[in-house]
DNA sequence: TTTTTAGTTCGACAATTGCAGAACTAAAAA
DNA sequence: TTTTTAGTTCTGCAATTGTCGAACTAAAAA
């Protein structure tokens, strides 16, 4: 039973720790919890009870969250005939069509970039837009990179 | 005069824009505005005042703006003799430095989702395993694919 | 038909974050 | 030595954001 505890304190503690990541890339904290929870546990479809009390948290939080995560389509539900809650889950294809879309997202400040420098094509200050240009360059370099990357991955498996 | 006019208010319409897109990637408002304005203004270095007035806010605002991008290293300054004033300017190669960062921590994620996936090993459901797998794989491609042109790049420019 | 359940919605509250204004500092100018 | 200037620091306020509790809804169960 101890032993229990322990791995449940350990589990709790991860979910902690990759809340904060997800934190930083951009969901609010209870999100962030929320999603964590539903990578690590076993199995990795959950009630909203469950999720509820893991992360000691308010009904109206753990409905925002979920809400907000399904919106994004990161995380859907299934059901079980005969019962009706609703056990939710990563939807992990749609999460790899977000991490792709996010990956691409690298070019729109190239392309921000390439205006501004379009706006200071006049200027007397060469070695800025020397700098500027370098900018953009590598940028669109790494975007060609990531779309041949995203190509060839594409390729290897069964597309999307 | 009135054409004068009328170009400053395009030059503030850009930099709100370009300060909503710094906004989004993690700069606070001001910070964004400051950044934005200094990559468009003609000439690229402005002193504190300027800044300032253009960007109509205050000078604990304006100060604290300024040195964030500082330690971020994406600003700095420059000085004329007989001139105490400190002229901001956005340090180009420190930015780009930054942005091979940023891209590179692409690779941050998939470590995680790599642990995961290793807690996960015992796991009766493989389905959903698999899933996580192919995201790892994704990742690592692509992260591999950035690297990859992150050197073809500085192989054709003079490296960092 | 009444009750229970699964989840939502609404209003208030707390925490965080950003900005302003005013007092302050350090160095240059007078 | 006094004053001015360029910028900083500190305190408080305003806006935003996240969470909670409680009332509510819709559908299933009894």
Aim: charged content about 25%.
């Amino acid at each position: 039973m101890a032993v229990r505890a322990a791995k449940m304190d350990q589990v709790k503690q991860k979910v902690e720790q990759m809340g904060v990541f997800f934190e930083k890339i951009g969901h609010a904290p209870m999100s962030g919890r929320v999603f964590a929870y539903l990578l690590v546990s076993e199995p990795p479809y959950r009630e909203f009870y469950d999720i509820q009390e893991f992360l000691a948290a308010s009904k109206s939080s753990i409905s925002n969250a979920i809400n907000h995560l399904m919106n994004e389509g990161v995380v859907d539900y299934m059901t079980f005939s005969g019962d009706r809650k609703r056990y939710f889950r990563v939807n992990a294809s749609n999460w790899l069509k977000k991490t792709k879309e996010g990956v691409r997202q690298v070019s729109v400040l190239s392309e921000l970039v390439q205006e501004v420098l379009e706006d200071r094509s006049g200027s007397k200050h060469l070695d800025f837009n020397e700098g500027l240009k370098m900018i953009v360059d590598f940028q669109q370099h790494i975007a060609q990179g990531i779309e041949q990357s995203i190509a060839s991955w594409e390729a290897k498996h069964g597309k999307a």
